[in-house]
């Protein structure tokens, strides 16, 4: 069975410093990776995705993940953070490519910045 | 694109009462849909899934319910409340495995 795990729960980090937030995955199919943030009281809104071409892939405010196919992960990484970016984070998988596959999420990762 | 509609965003509901929440989705056909629900500071708990018109997967026992009489449709209904199905409900739908769309979300309290 396909699983996504984020192995923090909490992040906190100063403003200004990087931040990495950790997703590894299991599935024993080809998966698409996504990142979602949700903002206090909102629903989720897509950050980045990996569906296939380069492991790097780059959101339009400066955060980035990496595809590791040997790891089964897709770290999420920012080199410096705003006060913004104090959201809660979701890692998540659709595998195989059928149009019937479920999207699986993490539990989150609440990323606190302190000024 | 993709447009996602969910209300209302809030409701304040009295344990024993009925509840009917619903999603309607543009932008696309026979998408998959989804329920989630989060309790304050957890994670996303999946609670419904439907692939098509009728077809719905429970993922968790509960003392909800859900239904899809349209492709664009989906409802979840609860027939008496408890206080534990409080919480942040969101809908959700995929297509063509892409990705996944949000709505706002409802806050239901139920006291």
């Known amino acids: 069975a396909q699983s996504v795990t984020q192995l923090d729960s909490q992040v906190p980090v100063f403003e200004e410093a990087p931040v990495e937030l950790r997703c590894n995955y299991s599935?024993?199919?080809?998966?698409?990776l996504f990142w979602y943030v949700q903002y206090p009281n909102q629903g989720l809104q897509l950050l980045l995705k990996?569906?296939?071409?380069?492991?790097l892939v780059e959101s339009i405010n400066g955060f980035e993940a990496e595809f590791n196919k040997s790891q089964t992960s897709f770290h999420l990484r920012k080199p410096s953070v705003h006060i913004s970016d104090t959201a809660e984070y979701f890692c998540?998988?659709?595998?195989?490519?059928?149009?019937?596959?479920?999207?699986?999420f993490g539990s989150g990762t609440r990323l606190s910045i302190r000024p | 694109s993709q447009t996602i509609h969910q209300w209302p965003a809030t409701l304040v509901q009295p344990v024993g009462s009925p509840l009917s929440l619903e999603c309607t989705v543009e932008g696309t056909s026979n998408p998959n849909l989804y329920w989630y629900r989060q309790a304050a500071g957890r994670g996303l708990q999946l609670l419904f899934y439907s692939v098509g018109i009728g077809q719905i997967s429970s993922e968790v026992p509960q003392n909800l319910s859900a239904s899809r009489p349209q492709d664009r449709q989906f409802i979840l209904s609860s027939k008496k409340l408890l206080l534990s199905d409080s919480g942040f409900y969101l809908c959700a739908l995929t297509d063509r495995a892409t990705e996944a769309f949000f709505g706002q979300g409802t806050r239901l309290t139920v006291v």
């Open positions: 990996y569906l296939s071409g380069s492991t």
């Open positions: 599935s024993s199919v080809s998966v698409y």
């Open positions: 998540a998988v659709i595998p195989g490519y059928s149009s019937a596959s479920k999207i699986i």
